[in-house]
């Protein structure tokens, strides 16, 4: 079993910065895909980022690309994402997620977090 537990999220204005961190228990993430995902209020869960066990292949949902960036420290047991350039449209819940695989899709996730609230005022 793994247990996944995001930090860092808040309150931010259009623009600026935010770095949410998951940090894991249980079993070390060395050999885990981490994934971050996000839900807004009446939405379904959708893809962010995803980085491979070595951080050798990085994945981003178009929306994020370029204003994103996953990254990931496996002798802390903690992923990371650094998220620049705010929008009021990334206003969501924020989870990370651990795969064996390099998956995109929610359903192809194993163990997840709780999540944390980021709002993006306008």
């Known amino acids: 079993q793994v247990q996944l537990v995001e930090s860092g999220g808040g309150l931010v204005q259009a623009g600026g910065s935010l770095r949410l961190s998951c940090a894991a228990s249980?079993?070390?993430?060395?050999?885990?895909?981490m994934g971050w995902f996000r839900q807004a209020p009446g939405k379904e869960r959708e893809f962010v980022a995803a980085i491979s066990w070595g951080g050798g292949s990085i994945y981003y949902a178009d929306s994020v690309k370029g204003r994103f960036t996953i990254s990931r420290d496996n002798a802390k047991n903690t992923v990371s994402l650094q998220m620049t350039s705010l929008k009021p449209e990334d206003t969501a819940v924020y989870y990370c997620?651990?795969?064996?695989?390099?998956?995109?899709?929610?359903?192809?996730?194993?163990?997840w977090g709780q999540g944390t609230q980021v709002t993006g005022s306008s």
């Open positions: 997620a651990a795969d064996y695989g390099l998956g995109t899709k929610p359903m192809e996730y194993d163990y």
């Open positions: 249980g079993r070390t993430l060395s050999s885990y895909t």
